[in-house]
């Protein structure tokens, strides 16, 4: 399939592969779609330039992108250390009860957290990535600050933002934003409560014919991405869907993790605060059960709950055990249910793809 | 377009409308659907009768169908006057505390709520139905009992189940269900939590390529009902959008309800157990949000919290005040923003369709 997007960005599809692992951006860049790193989970930004450096020698000279985390206004900001002072002891006593209840160990040695979801990292984080030759800079929590977008686009970068709702996605592209990502309900990590089958098309409509939509959430099949443009899509943007990818697995510590989504289904996902202060859906386990407790505390704001819970997240990575796993999904997770490489995944969204287009052109 | 189901039921499009108007009901399949009559309301038997001997004489002998509301499991059953005295004086007194808050006359005459919650009085809608030609009997609540579906199967009447999970789904082909209802999340009314884009495609796939699936939730324009067709749906099953129509106003006191849906967009809904005691979408009106306030007390289980709510209901209807009506509708309500024929809605629905199948072609 061909969009006007696929000659705008040099890519064979319209498919846009967001991930924190460099090794599956560099292959869905490589199977002809955009791949998109996740940046949030880089604390330095030398080791988010060299995750990028790998990326230029891997990808084939393929078009790729990146995925910050920034909201427009500037957040509260500091140091971790001031940042902890504002975290309420009970909060720290309930993570602390709830992981010796869950039977997680202590960490072998004190982490840091990760430092991404703060402005100044962020920033730090376009600074680097635009000394690559990157093709994209998209943004999870909305559009970025308008500076940032007009320093994107001085590098002839264009600009995503996420939006779930019609009035936020008119809002981005006031702010200078190229392209929208339509984030539906039913989207793993950060999202809004309409869904894509209502959600797309109401954001098409506001921003016009001028402003590429990408729809994202439920999409892992090539039924799903023909919906998807149906509806008025001019691309998909797929994230839960290469979780469970053999590249995946190289560099993450991913083993319990992917063991946990070959195992959930549809049903098996929670929209929460406590991942990072914002309402975002995340894999249903004995950790996010735990925090829809009687006795569990309201989740911080952001940045506040993301620091909280960040010790808790490396001591659940440590302990190998999938069913306390912390990680954003979608509902497709139901659907992904065996590790296959990306170009594999690719092929099939494809093959559906073209089957599906072939059965709705019998309808006529 | 035309599915295998145009041939099964006799219809020019696989439109499903599902409607508690025989006005609008008729007037869907008389524009080529399959108009479908919502039997809840009718607490007589007599009434339903009359009501179908009117579509009848008004559907130009095209197929109607009708919809009931039946759990598998007979519930809690008994007179209005036993279950009365289930419901705790502290909810009576909450819902009396409420409307005198916003503002909701008391009745000018007491009424008699809504008893086809009751499984007795769905039953006698079944066995009327079935003395009128109809061509479909669907279940709002799932399977109907066993003997329910092999008493429509002797008249050679096919069966749909709404479903909100592939494991219901099964269990009602299992049962003898013909037809599948997959109810996303965006649906109103009763609806699970997966949205359309993963729920269709996970339904379609457990039940089979015999058995027809009809998508619901957020189907109110051709790029959605292309959507559904795309994920696999056989059909389109359309509920809220019909609510907006100029013959929804007739028979039924429209006006303050159709206010309120023009209004409303599509983050104006909520999913609640306040209409019957099970999860169902509603409009977010000042009414819904009382039941949201830290003073109200949880739902009651179904049938009580429809008896509780009953008078309620009637009160505010005769208040005609749009910000505190009690409506099941969808997040497609965002999308309805004029009165109109439902033969206009129909024609829009086709000529959009046929332009997204024109566009997806274009990307082959």
Redesign the interface.
């Known amino acids: 399939?061909?969009?006007a997007l696929c000659d705008r960005f040099g890519i064979e599809h319209p498919i846009f592969g967001f991930t924190p692992s460099e090794h599956v951006a560099a292959a869905i860049s490589r199977a002809g779609g955009l791949g998109v790193l996740g940046c949030v989970r880089f604390n330095d930004a030398a080791e988010l330039d060299a995750a990028l450096t790998w990326m230029d020698e891997h990808t084939d000279g393929r078009p790729y992108g990146v995925d910050v985390v920034m909201p427009a206004k500037i957040p509260t900001e500091g140091t971790a250390i001031d940042l902890d002072a504002l975290i309420p002891a009970g909060h720290r006593e309930f993570v602390e009860r709830t992981l010796t209840q869950l039977g997680v160990p202590p960490l072998d040695s004190h982490g840091t957290g990760v430092l991404g979801w703060l402005h100044s990292v962020a920033r730090s984080h376009v600074d680097v990535a635009l000394q690559h030759p990157i093709r994209l800079i998209a943004n999870a929590l909305g559009s970025p600050p308008v500076d940032v977008i007009e320093q994107a686009h001085r590098h002839d970068v264009p600009v995503a933002a996420l939006a779930g709702?019609?009035e936020h996605a008119r809002r981005h592209v006031d702010n200078g934003v190229d392209i929208v990502v339509a984030q539906?309900?039913?989207a793993g990590g950060h999202t809004g409560?309409?869904?894509?089958?209502?959600?797309v098309?109401?954001i098409v409509d506001a921003v016009g014919a001028d402003v590429p939509v990408l729809a994202a959430?439920?999409?892992g099949?090539g039924?799903?991405l023909?919906?998807?443009?149906?509806?008025?899509a001019s691309g998909g943007w797929l994230g839960s869907c290469w979780l469970t990818t053999a590249e995946y697995a190289v560099g993450l510590p991913a083993s319990a993790t992917q063991q946990a989504l070959l195992a959930a289904g549809?049903?098996d996902t929670v929209r929460t605060r406590i991942y990072t202060g914002k309402p975002a859906r995340l894999l249903k386990t004995r950790w996010t059960e735990a925090w829809s407790s009687p006795d569990a505390p309201e989740p911080l704001p952001m940045p506040l709950q993301n620091l909280l819970v960040a010790d808790a997240h490396q001591r659940i990575t440590q302990s190998g055990d999938p069913t306390v796993v912390s990680m954003p999904v979608?509902?497709?997770v139901?659907?992904m249910n065996a590790i296959r490489p990306v170009a594999d995944v690719m092929t099939d969204l494809l093959r559906e793809f073209?089957e599906?287009?072939t059965r709705?052109?019998k309808?006529?």
């Open positions: 399939m061909r969009t709702k019609a539906g309900y039913e409560e309409i869904a894509s089958m209502v959600l098309p109401e959430g439920g999409i099949s039924r799903q023909a919906a998807a443009l149906a509806l008025g549809s049903s979608g509902q497709i139901g659907r073209d599906t287009l709705l052109d309808l006529r």
